[in-house]
């Protein structure tokens, strides 16, 4: 089967729109001191902090050494602390701290701006439904990882 035009290729589309949109959000919390990246994991932590390194690269779905390096210098921002989880203080979790809290409310609005702006003239239906759909296309290139390459 012959690949059709680039602007019907799906992956294509994906990255477009998405590049897109963190090019134009990354330069609009440059000045706050923040990287999209950033913003990735105070997101995360602002809907579940406490979270161990390895949950937060699946959900900012950011590679764990670049994760790490990433941690170090929001640590040394003070916008993050690691501590050790009792009982099992081997086990390190992230957590958010009053200037990562402050850093987060003053991104927030921006955030959903771009959500806004991204979404115009989709009712809520179809902006949910296209939702759904990217968390599915997400699941199913998740599970490729799984399978043998053809």
Excluded: C
């Amino acid at each position: 089967m012959a690949m059709g035009p680039l602007d019907a290729y799906l992956p294509y589309l994906l990255n477009r729109a998405g590049a897109r949109i963190a090019t134009a959000f990354a330069a609009e919390v440059r000045p706050l001191g923040a990287t999209l990246q950033m913003w990735r994991v105070l997101a995360a932590l602002r809907d579940h902090d406490g979270q161990r390194m390895g949950d937060l690269s699946g959900t900012t779905s950011i590679e764990v050494s670049t994760l790490t390096r990433l941690v170090d210098g929001m640590e040394a921002k003070g916008l993050v602390a690691r501590r050790r989880a009792a009982p099992d203080t081997r086990v390190v979790t992230l957590q958010v701290t009053p200037a990562g809290r402050r850093l987060t409310r003053r991104i927030l609005p921006k955030a959903e701006r771009y959500e806004r702006v991204a979404l115009k003239g989709f009712d809520a239906r179809d902006a949910e439904a296209l939702k759904t759909a990217l968390r599915r296309l997400y699941a199913n290139m998740d599970a490729l990882k799984n399978l043998p390459a053809e």
